[in-house]
Every structure is written in C-alpha cells, then in structure tokens.
C-alpha cells in the first residue's frame, strides 16, 4: 500500500513563503501523476498544482506566477514551493497521486495558515 506523507505547513504572514513536502512509501513519482489539493472550510477541494511522469505541469490559476511544484524521483518526494501567500491560500493541503486519471492516494493533509 503506498503512503503519502505531507510535511512543511504551518503558520506564515501574507507575503511569506512556504514549501510543502510530500514524500511517497514507494517508487510511485516518477511513474505517476503527482499533485496538490487544498481544501478551506466550507469549500470544495480544489487542485492547485500537478505534475505529471513526462515532467509537465498545471497550475491552477488562482496560485499561477506564486507556486511551483516539482519532484525529485530519487527521493521519491514532490515539493509545492507557495510564494507570495495571501490569507485565500488558508486551506489543508493535501499530496495526492494519479494514474490513468484516476487519484488513487491521498496524504492526511497538512494545514497552512496565511495570517498576520
């Protein structure tokens, strides 16, 4: 059973700064599609960012020119690297991977607060 494990969360002021790590049990990265979600309260989980085996990547637009994500398949690891933080980007955040365009894992999520 692969696991996903979030890390890197926690509380920043608007502007700041955070990278979340995202580490996988197996050699999964490199052959699936990895991505990030978030969720806020009373809102859907929507998908901020992916990237797919082949090294291509969708940003959502609402974080577009502020996130990046990318993978290190020797690590087995996917990083979101949040720029610019605005207190919309309060959400858990969640590693998930895809195959065949399917999610079939999900971490347990890590919270990130944009506060001053």
């Known amino acids: 059973q692969v696991q996903l494990v979030e890390s890197g969360g926690g509380l920043v002021q608007p502007g700041g700064s955070l990278r979340l790590s995202c580490a996988a049990s197996?050699?999964?990265?490199?052959?699936?599609?990895m991505g990030w979600y978030r969720q806020a309260p009373g809102k859907e989980r929507e998908l901020v960012a992916a990237?797919?085996?082949?090294?291509?990547?969708n940003i959502a637009d609402s974080v577009k020119g502020r996130f990046t994500i990318s993978r290190d398949n020797a690590k087995n690891t996917v990083y979101l690297q949040m720029n610019s933080l605005r207190p919309e980007d309060t959400a858990v955040y969640y590693c998930?991977?895809?195959?065949?365009?399917?999610?079939?894992?999900w971490g347990q999520g890590t919270q990130v607060t944009v506060s001053s």
């Open positions: 998930t991977a895809a195959r065949y365009g399917i999610w079939h894992y």
């Open positions: 990237v797919s085996s082949a090294g291509n990547t």
């Open positions: 197996g050699s999964i990265v490199s052959i699936y599609t």
